[in-house]
């Protein structure tokens, strides 16, 4: 029972507590860095320079939707509004589904790996040695990509409900693997 508390322990501290408090402090940094440029040149062109941040952002809350079944009522992108919402995507989802409502938890974590995996991309294929002008163009859109690093409210709410689904999934797996691969 104890190899299988320690098994356990090990997993949530890998695959839940260190993600959340890396996913956190990148976020923060985000939030930061977004509330420093609205202070110093406003929210429209803070928006405008966070253009490829908020439309990978709500791309990838978008897809991860759609994989988990989430029935998209309405999705923006891109917009500058005077409420401050950027972009958006609004779903439902069936309660009584449990793959559904697991799904909770990883849309509301997509934007972290697609702004992961877009970073990663115009690094690998983008870039060329030495000074070019593509590379200050990505040095831009870098740039609007960590702005779109931050989980808004909803986001962090979303995540909470697909918490306890998310958890028992982890327990679930690592019991299997405990009991036949150990």
């Not at 999705?75 to 972009?87: A, P």
């Not at 793959?99 to 974590?109: H, K």
């Not at 970073?119 to 163009?137: A, C, M, P, V, Y």
Request: glycine fraction near 6%.
């Amino acid at each position: 029972m104890t190899d299988w508390l320690n098994m356990v322990g090990e997993q949530l501290l890998f695959f839940f507590i260190l993600p959340i408090i890396i996913v956190y402090l990148v976020g923060s940094l985000s939030s930061y860095l977004t509330d420093q440029l609205n202070q110093r040149l406003g929210h429209n062109l803070t928006a405008i320079l966070s253009f490829f941040g908020v439309v990978i952002h709500e791309l990838s809350h978008l897809t991860v939707a759609l994989i988990f079944r989430h029935h998209i009522v309405s999705f923006c992108l891109w917009q500058i509004s005077e409420d401050g919402i950027l972009g958006y995507v609004n779903r439902e989802y069936n309660p009584k589904s449990y793959y559904q409502r697991l799904g909770n938890f990883f849309i509301s974590l997509a934007p972290i790996l697609g702004i992961c995996l877009t970073i990663w991309f115009l690094l690998s294929f983008g870039w060329i040695t030495g000074w070019h002008i593509r590379n200050i163009i990505i040095v831009f859109i870098l740039v609007s990509l960590l702005l779109g690093f931050h989980l808004s409210q909803a986001d962090w709410q979303n995540f909470w409900r697909g918490t306890p689904f998310y958890l028992t999934l982890i327990v679930i797996i690592t019991t299997i693997k405990f009991i036949f691969f150990q």
